[in-house]
């Protein structure tokens, strides 16, 4: 009798592990969640693409002053190389302060434009510099221009990291006076959704001189907790966190 059900089991698990013809099921499996909004209530994410720039040691002040950690969507090779010794310290400074690093992929193409290969490429290489440089493996990545369509969805899906847009744009990429972005914090504020998830580039002088400061306290003022992009949705940040390597001759862009 027991030998029966264990065979009946068996038999059953053997079913349902069968290999299944259909592709969708596979594509199901591997395609990326697109994260547009933060889901934990009353959080805010301020994320900052393009870098590691100069400026970071100044974005990440002005937010520990605060209390605050933000996210940092890096490159690996377009305002500079991220093997710069400069870089290498940027991305190991901010990586200790408490925030988060992520991708913004290699050299910010439009990813939408590219195959299958190269799209692999463009984040491969920024996963490898991160192993790199702070030892960890992202869990997420913002495409360039937040363009994506289901092969990037499919490729980031199989390389493990969530596609991540925003909700809120504080305007500094399209050429936004501060005063209009700080503006733009006050009445998303004023609007007081349960959560933020703000797009900020920390290659602009006057996003991290000229309005941070302002839109944190704006913020905070308003019971807003600022938090890192996976704290915001109760996410693990990275898929795999161990220790960071030995600058050698092969770290280049
Ligand atoms: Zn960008």
Redo the contacts with the bound molecule.
């Keep these: 009798m027991i030998s029966w059900i264990v065979l009946s089991l068996g038999l059953a698990l053997i079913a349902g592990a069968s290999p299944t013809p259909a592709n969708a099921t596979l594509e199901t499996r591997a395609r990326a969640q697109v994260y547009s909004k933060c889901t934990v209530p009353n959080t805010v994410a301020l994320t900052f ?2 870098g590691p720039y100069d400026y970071i040691y100044d974005i990440s002040g002005k937010l520990l002053e605060k209390g605050a950690k933000g996210t940092f969507f890096f ?1 690996g090779n377009n305002y500079q190389c991220i093997y710069s010794d400069a870089n290498i310290a940027r991305i190991q400074y901010v990586y200790g302060a408490g925030h988060q690093v992520a991708s ?1 992929t290699w050299a ?1 193409k439009h990813l939408t434009q590219l195959s299958w290969d190269q799209v692999h490429d463009e984040m491969y290489r920024v996963e490898l510099a991160l192993q790199r440089i702070v030892g960890v493996t992202p869990a997420f990545m913002r495409p ?2 937040g363009e994506y369509n289901d092969m990037v969805l499919d490729a980031s899906g199989v390389r493990g990291q969530g596609v991540v847009i925003w909700d809120f744009d504080s305007g500094d ?1 399209a050429g936004v006076s501060a005063a209009d972005s700080r503006q733009r914090y006050n009445d998303v504020a004023n609007t007081h959704p349960s959560t933020i998830l703000a797009l900020n ?1 920390e290659t602009y002088y006057s996003t991290a001189f000229q309005v941070l400061t302002n839109a944190i306290d704006t913020l905070q003022a308003k019971g807003y907790r600022l938090v890192t992009l996976a704290e915001c949705l109760g996410k693990p940040a990275y898929q795999n966190v161990g220790q960071r390597q030995q600058k050698d001759a092969s770290w280049t862009c």
């Design positions: 693409d393009d490159n913004h910010h360039p221009y990429s580039h």
